[in-house]
Nanobody, 120 residues
Framework: QVQLVESGGGLVQAGGSLRLSCAAS?????????MAWYRQAPGKQRELVAQ???????TLADSVKGRFTISRDNAKNTLYLQMNSLKPEDTAVYYC?????????????WGQGTQVTVSS
């Protein structure tokens, strides 16, 4: 099991920036694999925003390309999402997700979410 704690959300004006962090804590026997940020706006389904593999390969949703950057610090087991040029449509609860494995068992964990609100 992996515990994920997000931070960095808040209220920002359109055009502003925020940096989200997600700290993962787990047994030393466990390996963290791909990590990702998802978001869910009111009345909408949860959607993938960005993903990063353990090797550092990244994938970004078309709606955030050129504005958001995903990164991770493997030594600290921490995931980041740098969000620039924010738009009102970026308003959502942002969730951290990680895949992991321990020996031959695989799993996935979610954080509790952090609210991002972008005012026009």
């Amino acid at each position: 099991q992996v515990q994920l704690v997000e931070s960095g959300g808040g209220l920002v004006q359109a055009g502003g920036s925020l940096r989200l962090s997600c700290a993962a804590s787990a047994s030393n026997l466990l390996s963290i694999d791909a990590m990702a940020w998802y978001r869910q706006a009111p009345g909408k389904q949860r959607e993938l925003v960005a993903q990063i593999t353990s090797g550092g390969s990244t994938t970004l949703a078309d709606s955030v390309k050129g504005r958001f950057t995903i990164s991770r610090d493997n030594a600290k087991n921490t995931l980041y999402l740098q969000m620039n040029s924010l738009k009102p449509e970026d308003t959502a609860v942002y969730y951290c997700n990680t895949d992991y494995h321990i020996f031959h068992r695989r799993g996935s964990s979610w954080g509790q979410g952090t609210q991002v609100t972008v005012s026009s």
